[in-house]
């Protein structure tokens, strides 16, 4: 006779297995149908796009939201006539080394206290909530949430959930919601990921440059195009490659991160096309099997076309890009010494900053700085970084300077000569904007000690820091944006240039660079923490301790070294601190433009 038990698993079994039979083939369908449409549609010059619509692909993810009704409006028990939070949708995970991002289709505003965090018990078949690390504009209209990195027998498939009256705990999730949460897509490592796509619009051959971690190309050199393929798509590529393709196309070339495709007929033809389709990357095997499978992707294609340019006159001279992590503290005198060099347009790459990066940006802005701020979230990706703000860049500036914000450009001068005034530094680079031959200026870097300091100086490091290293150690790069080579190639450093043009290297006595590398012992240590560079090595890693990029006989570990403050220090120069007191300080007060923000 049949146990209890018994009769009752298989009343379970009745009462469920209906609901999941009826899903598997009207979710098929909805696919199938929606891949024939995206197909038809980007395939077709025929077809109109209508202005103000854009093609939005749907995801698998778009039913999974965790927000309860009375937050997106739609009724419900404690339902309110104003939603805390627009319904979100979650595009993609990435693990990252120490947090989980989530990719949201909504553009939200800081601060969210009343958004948490949900990980899934995948024993106990139920949530925990924790409130999210932080929120990041993403792409415009979208946004990155943070979140805490999952439990131990936590899923990865995070979600986010509005918090009612701000309670935090455990949730109970149905068994059958349960397992269709538990089914969403995550990429499960931040160093094997396709992560930004961008048309090149006005290239000589249209394309997109898709940006991908894990090819495993080697620094500095150009691979082999014909061995990558693209994928168009119209749902996310996952750790098990999930997805079908719709579009494949050839690459054109592939440099370190960076790999240039071919677009899709429909594509070329409308632009509009392309806004929001996912994208990945595969590479053809080495003919012992079938090849690489596509990697985990979580790109859509963007147009870098601003409409923030010069409008009615043209492109900017000069403008300058960087990449930085927490260096807010700095930016003010950086960017105030610049534009009176002549900088006119400033691009800043975000490395994940959690210092008050965002409210110096604002600030400076409402003196007509001019700054656009990218969130940039992508860990160890300098390179990449670079060659996608060129891409931006080559739209809006005839010249792009690439440096960090302790480097900051000097004209030497002697008694007699003609003191460096106001915009020098871009009427240097005007005289080349025409040229048949120049499409890069370097310039030599002199390193600067802590100069017998043991705290950051208050005047600023061009004023605090007067003892360097006699000699100079590499350079930094102007280039024309749009005569870079199309594998987008560097180096940090410079470039590689289109066939025929070259670079034009300043004497050290027409001009310099002044890098403040090895500051006060505190401020240098929040450097070693870790390096934004794709090739360079981090300090902590036991590797290259002979590297320039390296500080020599730091080691691996942040413990300051006997007599760091009078380190680093062969030459006292004291030429910019002098020029920096002549022009910039008050006349009556003595304090510096970047001083008195401070005060």
């Known amino acids: 006779m049949e146990s209890p038990q018994g009769r009752k698993r298989k009343q379970q079994a009745r009462i469920h297995k209906p609901a999941y039979a009826k899903l598997f083939p009207v979710r098929s369908l909805t696919i199938c149908l929606s891949f024939f449409v995206f197909a038809l549609f980007i395939s077709s010059d025929r077809l109109p796009v209508h202005k103000g619509v854009s093609f939005r692909p749907v995801l698998r993810t778009s039913t999974l939201s965790l927000l309860p009704a009375f937050l997106t409006g739609n009724g419900g028990a404690g339902a309110t006539s104003t939603s805390l939070y627009p319904p979100l949708v979650v595009e993609g995970r990435v693990l990252m080394p120490d947090h989980l991002m989530l990719i949201v289709s909504t553009k939200l505003t800081p601060p969210v206290d009343n958004l948490d965090c949900v990980y899934y018990d995948l024993v106990l078949e139920q949530a925990v909530l924790r409130p999210v690390l932080s929120v990041d504009e993403y ?110 196309t050839r690459a054109i070339s592939a440099a370190q991160e960076t790999v240039r495709c071919l677009l899709p007929r429909g594509i070329l033809n409308n632009p509009e096309k392309a ?15 079938a090849g690489d499978a596509p990697l985990p992707s979580i790109a859509k294609v963007q147009n870098t076309i601003s409409r923030q340019g010069k409008s009615g006159r043209g492109k900017y001279e000069l403008c300058a890009c960087t990449m930085l992590w927490n260096q807010a503290a700095f930016l003010r ?6 534009s009176w060099l002549g900088i006119e347009r400033w691009f800043i790459y975000d490395n994940n900053s959690d210092d008050e990066l965002e409210e110096v940006i604002d600030e400076l802005n409402l003196l007509d700085y001019n700054i656009t701020r990218h969130a940039w979230p992508w860990v160890k990706t300098q390179e990449a970084g670079f060659s996608h703000c060129a891409l931006r860049a080559k739209h809006e500036c005839k010249w792009l300077g690439l440096f960090d914000v302790d480097e900051f450009f000097y004209f030497p001068h002697d008694r007699g000569q003609d003191i460096p005034g106001p915009n020098s530094l871009r009427a240097l680079v005007m005289n080349y904007t025409d040229s048949p031959t120049y499409a890069e200026i370097r310039t030599a870097c002199h390193s600067y000690g802590p100069s017998g300091l043991t705290s950051p100086p208050s005047q600023g490091v061009t004023v605090g820091y007067t003892c360097r290293l006699e000699a100079p150690e590499r350079h930094k790069s102007i280039v024309r944006p749009e005569l870079l080579h199309t594998t987008l190639l560097n180096a940090v450093h410079h470039f590689r240039l289109q066939d025929g043009y070259r670079y034009l290297d300043l004497p050290e006595s027409k001009a310099v660079v002044n890098h403040y590398k090895y500051q006060a012992w505190d401020t240098f240590k929040a450097k070693f923490f870790r390096r934004v560079s794709t090739y360079v090595t981090n300090w902590q890693e036991d590797q ?23 380190r680093f220090c062969e030459v006292w120069d004291t030429g910019l601190k002098d020029f920096v007191m002549a022009n910039f300080a008050d006349s009556a007060s003595g304090f510096l433009p970047w001083e008195r923000s401070l005060v």
């Open 139 to 248: 792409h415009q209209f979208k946004s990155i949430v943070r979140c805490h990195l999952p439990p131990l027998n936590f899923s990865a498939s995070v979600n986010l959930r509005g918090r009612q009256r701000g309670r935090l705990g455990s949730v109970v999730v149905e068994r059958r919601d349960w397992l269709l949460r538990h089914n969403q897509s995550v990429v499960p490592s931040w160093d094997r990921v396709v992560y930004e796509a961008v048309l090149d619009w006005n290239a000589p051959i249209r394309n997109v440059a898709v940006f991908a971690k894990g090819l495993n190309l080697k620094p500095h050199r150009e691979a082999d195009a014909r061995k990558f393929r693209c994928h168009f798509s119209l749902t996310d590529f996952d750790e098990h490659h999930r997805g079908l393709f719709v579009f494949t």
């Open 275 to 289: 806004k929001d389709i996912q994208v990945t990357v595969s590479r053809r095997g080495d003919g012992n099997g």
């Open 333 to 338: 005198e950086w960017i105030a010494y610049h």
């Open 544 to 566: 290259n301790k002979g590297s320039k990029d390296r500080a020599p006989g730091l080691g691996t570990e942040a413990i300051e070294p006997p007599n760091w403050r009078l």
